[in-house]
T-cell receptor
Framework: AQTVTQSQPEMSVQEAETVTLSCTYD???????LFWYKQPPSRQMILVIR??????QNATENRFSVNFQKAAKSFSLKISDSQLGDAAMYFC????????????????FGQGTILTVHP | GAGVSQSPRYKVAKRGQDVALRCDPI?????LFWYQQALGQGPEFLTY????????KSGLPSDRFFAERPEGSVSTLKIQRTQQEDSAVYLC????????????FGSGTRLTVV
């Protein structure tokens, strides 16, 4: 079974500065997808960024980028120029890329990291 | 609709009461998932539907939990004889056919059992 670990229960950052959230995972699969989701108090999970395991290039989405280290099974999220609206709970998630099997594409989430942004 | 809609947004149930939580996915989305999120934790998988077929219910914590999606659209998660440990946010997510993307989540139902 796959596991996802986020070792930072809480992180804080000053507005306009950069912060990195850590995530490690464990899997025996070679084909999979990794995601970072943001969950504000409204509770809706919002997709921040995704990474296909077969791609060597790290994904970027505006101020958000990842450092994907496949051999180390590490998938960290870097938020640049942090904004007050970035404050939320962030979850790292894993999804199998297998076409068959019993995963059906379900997501396995980490425990989450609460990000606080100070003005 | 434009997004995944869940109702009610909040539900308070007395211990032993039955509850029904509704999820209205994005129109045309084949896949539908239910997750349970305890306070301060990450969501945990409950069950998966592909159209009207429930293909995986391995995450349902007990036989008091039951989910259905009879016409391949709206889904209902039912919890019988609720207990305090059932208190959580129940999230629904739907997805189209592509496997490259994540899902669209609803805002969840916060269930409090008193």
């Amino acid at each position: 079974a796959q596991t996802v670990t986020q070792s930072q229960p809480e992180m804080s950052v000053q507005e306009a500065e950069t912060v990195t959230l850590s995530c490690t995972y464990d899997t025996s699969e070679s084909d999979y997808y990794l995601f970072w989701y943001k969950q504000p108090p409204s509770r809706q999970m919002i997709l921040v960024i995704r990474q296909e395991a077969y791609k060597q290039q790290n994904a970027t989405e505006n101020r958000f980028s990842v450092n994907f280290q496949k051999a180390a099974k590490s998938f960290s999220l870097k938020i640049s120029d942090s904004q007050l609206g970035d404050a939320a709970m962030y979850f790292c998630a894993y999804r199998s890329g297998s076409a068959g099997g019993t995963s059906y594409g379900k997501l396995t989430f980490g425990q989450g990291t609460i990000l606080t942004v100070h003005p | 609709g434009a997004g995944v809609s869940q109702s009610p947004r909040y539900k308070v149930a007395k211990r032993g009461q039955d509850v029904a939580l509704r999820c209205d996915p994005i129109s045309g989305h084949v896949s539908l998932f239910w997750y349970q999120q305890a306070l301060g934790q990450g969501p945990e998988f409950l069950t998966y539907f592909q159209n009207e077929a429930q293909l995986d219910k391995s995450g349902l914590p007990s036989d008091r939990f039951f989910a259905e999606r009879p016409e391949g659209s709206v889904s209902t998660l039912k919890i019988q004889r609720t207990q305090q440990e059932d208190s959580a946010v129940y999230l629904c997510a739907s997805s189209g056919s592509t496997k490259r993307y994540g899902y669209t989540f609803g805002s969840g139902t916060r269930l409090t059992v008193v």
